[in-house]
C-alpha cells in the first residue's frame, strides 16, 4: 500500500485573493515580518498498487484529471510505502 | 528571507468529509484502488527574520493563533532560507 502526498499550488503570476486575506489576518495579528503568503492544497491519498511506477502514474493521472486545475495550478507529489 | 511550508492536516479520528467526497470523485473516474483520501491545507508564509530560531518560534504561533484550528488540527512546518 502507499500514501502519496499530493501539493497542489497556484500558478507564479496567478493572483491568490485566499493568500492576500490570510496575509492581512496575519498582519493585523500583529505579524509584520510576513512578506507574501500563497495557499495550496495538500491531500494524502492512500491507493493498492504493487510497483511504485504504477502508483505514480495514477497518482499523476489522478492529478491531471480531478485534483489539479492544469491550467492555473501546479502540482507535486511524494509516494511512501505504508504498511 | 524565509520562506515556511506549512501543513495543516485534520488530526487522526477526525472525520473527513471533503476526502470522502474526493473519494469519492477518484472512485467514479475509475480510480479504484483508492482506498482512503485526507484534505488537507498547505501554506507557503515568505517572513523576514534574521535567525531560524526567530523565524521558527513566528511561524509556530501564526500556526497556534490564526492558521490552525489546534482543537482538530495539527501542523507542522518546513523552513527555507530563500534569496
Chains 1, 2 share one sequence.
Not at 15 to 41: E, W
Request: with cysteine; net charge negative; hydrophobic share 45%.
Amino acid at each position: 500500500m502507499w500514501r502519496a502526498k499530493i501539493f497542489v499550488t497556484l500558478r507564479e503570476g496567478v493572483l491568490d485573493p485566499q493568500g492576500q486575506a490570510v496575509r492581512s489576518g496575519l498582519m493585523s495579528q500583529g505579524f509584520k515580518a510576513v512578506s507574501d503568503v500563497r495557499i495550496g492544497k495538500y491531500m494524502e491519498v492512500t491507493v493498492e498498487a504493487t510497483s511504485i511506477d504504477e502508483v505514480s502514474a495514477m497518482v499523476r493521472a489522478m492529478c491531471e484529471r480531478l485534483l489539479a486545475n492544469p491550467v492555473m495550478e501546479d502540482y507535486h507529489f511524494i509516494l511512501e510505502e505504508v504498511q
